[in-house]
């Protein structure tokens, strides 16, 4: 997952969670906070609660990609990213294209929310409406919001719940039953 500035949609932070699919266990984390060389505005100061001291004199995008691929070498980690929302600007793949460096991942990721609404969409007329993550994991799937790593619109926390998510959906579509409220 990433956090950017905005609105210049710099990458201010990326985290990842490199998990063992079949169980959901935790394999390892990955959190870096990206110094974007600008300002980060109030308005993201106030939701990611990352600020520019933090950021300030910190690693550049380019050296934040590269740490990424040797975390992801070093795992042997699947090469097909799991995100939450795959539209114009994939996380991996804006990681990447930003910092100018080739990407170790497929073209293929895997968009957790899209496979969320299309099973809601066919579930339940409720829930055929717009859906953060947050609400997606306390309102709807009534697994709530997991702080273990923070909260949300940290990377690190988002990139935890998304996987939490798609752990759900992955036991819903293997036992064949429908999502319910509650």
Same mark, same amino acid.
């Given at each position: 997952?990433?956090?950017?500035?905005?609105?210049?949609?710099?990458?201010?932070?990326?985290?990842?969670?490199?998990?063992?699919?079949?169980?959901?266990?935790? %394999?390892?984390?990955?959190?870096?906070?990206i110094?974007?060389?600008?300002v980060?505005?109030?308005?993201?100061?106030?939701?990611?609660?990352?600020t520019?001291?933090? %950021?300030s004199?910190?690693?550049?995008?380019?050296a934040?990609?590269?740490?990424?691929?040797a975390w992801?070498?070093?795992?042997?980690?699947?090469?097909?990213?799991?995100?939450?929302?795959? =539209?114009?600007?994939?996380d %991996?793949?804006?990681?990447?294209?930003?910092?100018?460096?080739?990407s170790?991942?497929?073209?293929?990721?895997i968009d957790?929310?899209?496979?969320?609404?299309?099973?809601?969409?066919?579930?339940?007329?409720?829930?055929?409406?717009?859906?953060?993550?947050?609400?997606?994991?306390?309102?709807?799937?009534?697994?709530g919001?997991?702080?273990?790593?923070?909260?949300?619109h940290?990377?690190?926390?988002?990139?935890?719940?998304?996987?939490r %998510?798609?752990?759900?959906?992955?036991?819903?579509?293997? =036992?064949g039953?429908?999502?319910?409220?509650?």
């Amino acid at each position: 997952d990433l956090e950017m500035n905005q609105p210049s949609r710099k990458i201010i932070q990326i985290g990842a969670v490199c998990f063992q699919p079949d169980n959901g266990k935790v %394999v390892e984390t990955f959190n870096k906070y990206i110094d974007p060389k600008e300002v980060i505005t109030d308005e993201i100061v106030q939701l990611t609660g990352i600020t520019n001291e933090q %950021v300030s004199g910190g690693i550049d995008i380019k050296a934040a990609a590269m740490d990424f691929t040797a975390w992801k070498w070093q795992l042997q980690a699947n090469p097909i990213g799991i995100v939450w929302g795959a =539209g114009e600007s994939n996380d %991996v793949r804006k990681i990447y294209e930003e910092s100018g460096t080739e990407s170790p991942f497929n073209v293929r990721i895997i968009d957790v929310k899209a496979t969320f609404q299309m099973l809601a969409n066919a579930s339940n007329a409720e829930m055929r409406q717009k859906c953060g993550l947050a609400r997606c994991c306390n309102d709807i799937l009534k697994i709530g919001w997991d702080n273990k790593y923070g909260n949300q619109h940290d990377a690190l926390a988002d990139a935890w719940n998304t996987m939490r %998510v798609y752990m759900f959906l992955s036991k819903c579509l293997k =036992g064949g039953f429908d999502i319910k409220m509650g």
